[in-house]
């Protein structure tokens, strides 16, 4: 049985530039388009500005350095946000923790690319967003749930939304889609796989929490005697653990990541939650539930291991952590040899990348990192993963462009996310300028201008 629905919409909102989604490449977009002079709107759907960064409590913010740690590669608005919350006490730029830090979990060397990194406080990065935000002069708003888009032939020139009360209608000249899972792509028929068949297959879901009352010197004191457990910590007593009881959590080591400004206090990336797709209310529904057993659960078992045996369970991340959904139909889809030694130079590179293909198993307990070939040192990102095949008026940046599973699983980190956010904010705005398409847009305009903000290129 099907219905239909009818209602008439009598609010209409008219922007050069509307950004969807507020998280980590929504942000940087919004500020980026603001900044070139178009009238920008940011509209996100949850209650919390900055996404996984905020709501989802992940941190650090991994490496924004090439592999030898000797170049800083991610600049711009993510150098600016980092230095001001760093200024609150609330960030370590990445510049200072080097190698094996308790910020990465004590990773050492290349090969996972953990190398500095940068912890954030996840509340006060909340306020300097907003801040950054105000002073660019983008509207920006929260609780609005993009419901579908309005679409003239093949372009997409605006989206109907649900703002808690009733429709509105956004008009724009050009739309970016930051939603992270394409939604607004997928809404305007231009995702190339919709995740609808292959749930099994998707990279786990993770709930991050955060504990305080650490015992960081002890902490420490395990981490330096026990090098082979680098980035792994405790790996031995869970190791134990699944072999002598029913651990019911698939994953084999503790990621634990010091914060910024306070003693004792650490997040924690360790739940996994596999076989589900966040796309589908039950499967997230379980995921939540899956989440919050594991991690009472192991604030139990935490306390039997050095430096934790104190710890207090201080927040539990408001939304669920994603890895992989959507991803775009676009003009080039980035592959896993673009970014191996040599790396593929591009003539539209806009951004720079390094983390290694951290692709988590959809089965198993190992991280999947081991397993992997290597990135090179440092690679380039291409515009066209943000422009779509066949659909105008639309841009896409986060963890939803065009990329093979393999390519994205190194791509979908935040200094990634922001770098693409910049991209796309300032092509958008110079679409509007210039009066045409994503897709022709002036490759070496985009590029000089993006140089001039301090962003990083090649």
Known sequence: ???????????????????????????????ASARQGAKTVLLEKSQIIGGTLTAGLVGPFMTSFDGAGSRQIVKGIFDEFITRLEAENGAVHPSKTGDGSPYACYYKGNLKRHNNVAPVDSSKAQLVMIDMLKEAGVDFLINMDIIDVIMEENKITGVIVHD????????????IDCTGDGLVSYKAGAICNDSKD????????????????????KVEDYAMSHPEESGMLYKSYIEKAMKETDYPIPRDKIGIYKKPGIDGEWKMNCTRMQGMNSLLPEDLTKAYEVGLRQIFFLMDFIRTLPGLENARLKEIASAIGIRETRRLDGVYTLQMEDLMDPPRKFDDSIAMGSFCFDLHPSKGTRAGIEERPHPANCFQIPYRIMVPVKVDGLLVAGRCVSASRDALSSIRVMPQAFALGEAGGVAAALCVKDNVEPRDVDIDKLRKTLVEQGAIIE
């Not at 009818?6 to 509307?18: G, S």
């Open 198 to 217: 292959g749930s099994s297959n998707l990279q786990p879901m993770t709930t991050f929490f955060e504990i305080y009352n650490v015992d960081d010197a």
């Open 1 to 31: 049985m099907s219905y239909v629905y009818t209602v008439n919409i009598d609010k209409q909102y008219d922007y050069d530039v509307i950004v969807c989604g507020g998280g980590c490449a929504g942000f940087v977009a919004a500020i």
């Open 164 to 175: 808690g009360s009733k429709l509105r209608i956004y008009r724009s000249k050009v739309t």
